[in-house]
């Protein structure tokens, strides 16, 4: 019973809360750009001719978190796009309420066909799953793919899991989703856990962070992507070996060395299948490392975009 009231009272709490219409722009920087799945709002940054490099980011997070990231690829001399991978930032929530790792990649393909030409793509965390299956499924639609800390759950079809009873009520699953991911009291906390460097946990991170739980509709959207986090994908193509080692673009894999979310031995399995496929471990970092140490993080991606797309300014000159 007490658990009943008390995630009912944060239900409540986020319903209250939620009064931002979807399609609302956050600020002047970002846009809306439809597409055959449904409208994703993109952060868009640099000269329109330059190399595009396009930014997907991790649970619970959206496009503002890249925006330090943004301003420097910028100043490197690439169009960085950063984009909200629905349910969470400012994108129209699934219609079909299905966030699956397969359906997910088909909004990807839906937002990299309306850009003018193939970028780069930087996918991060649990973003990185969905944006290696597009990459799989149309790689004519990207020159390239950086993985940053990626959680692919390899070979996780071997090992199937279902999705915890307590996540099937519909009902259930928006107490739940509103009493933790979804609930800006707890978003510090929640942060801190990913982070070896957790100081980094400062209240503008987290402010960023709490800025689209105020979007209509998100707990429910957020409550229908739960299940898909705690249940490894079965039918994609990102979680089998064989599709790592046929893929035929530029690969590029950077992480934290101290990361225990998806710690280095997951990134010394991906590069076991793409041999020519750089492996740059960042010390003392963990998770996160675009926030825990942003200089070090974006040293290290120029050199891969550079390599990647051809010249533009060397690391010094950035």
């Known amino acids: 019973m007490l658990v009943t009231v008390v995630l009912t009272g944060f239900w409540v709490t986020a319903s209250n809360r939620e009064t931002v219409p979807v399609g609302h722009l956050p600020d002047d920087t970002g846009r809306m750009i439809e597409t055959s799945e449904g409208a994703i709002f993109a952060l868009d940054v640099g000269d329109p001719s330059a190399p595009p ?3 997907a980011h991790g649970t619970a997070a959206w496009s503002g978190l890249w925006r330090p990231t943004l ?15 629905p349910p969470f930032g400012w994108s129209e929530p699934a219609q079909d309420e ?31 799953g969905p944006v290696a299956e597009a990459v799989m499924l149309r790689p004519d ?12 759950a390899l070979e996780a079809y071997e090992s199937p899991t279902s999705v915890p009873i307590y996540l099937r009520n519909g009902l259930l699953r928006q107490g739940i989703a509103a009493t933790t991911v979804s609930n800006p009291l707890l978003t510090r906390h929640l942060l801190r856990a990913f982070l070896h460097v957790k100081l980094a946990a400062t209240p503008e991170i987290v402010s960023i962070l709490r800025k689209p739980m105020a979007r209509e509709g998100y707990t ?5 992507w739960l299940p898909h986090l705690l249940a490894p994908p079965q039918n994609a193509r990102s979680t ?21 979310v998806t710690p280095v031995a997951q990134a010394q399995a991906l590069k076991a299948l793409l041999p020519d496929a750089p492996l740059i471990v960042l010390p003392n970092v963990g998770h996160i490392p675009q926030i825990e140490d942003p200089d070090q993080f974006q040293t290290e991606l120029i050199d891969v975009l550079n390599a990647m797309s051809g010249p533009t300014l060397s690391k010094d000159d950035a």
């Open 53 to 55: 490099v396009l930014f």
């Open 71 to 85: 301003s420097h690829m910028s100043d490197a001399g690439f169009r960085a796009i950063a984009f909200d991978m």
């Open 98 to 128: 299905d966030y699956s790792r397969t359906r997910q990649a088909e909004r990807i393909v839906a937002l990299l066909e309306e850009l003018d030409s193939p970028p780069i793509a930087v996918a991060h965390s649990i973003g990185a």
């Open 141 to 152: 639609l990207v020159s390239g793919l950086v993985v940053v800390c990626g959680a692919i």
């Open 220 to 224: 429910k959207a957020v409550a229908d």
């Open 240 to 260: 089998r070996a064989e599709s790592w080692r046929t893929l035929d673009l530029p690969v590029a894999l950077i992480w934290g060395a101290e990361d225990t």
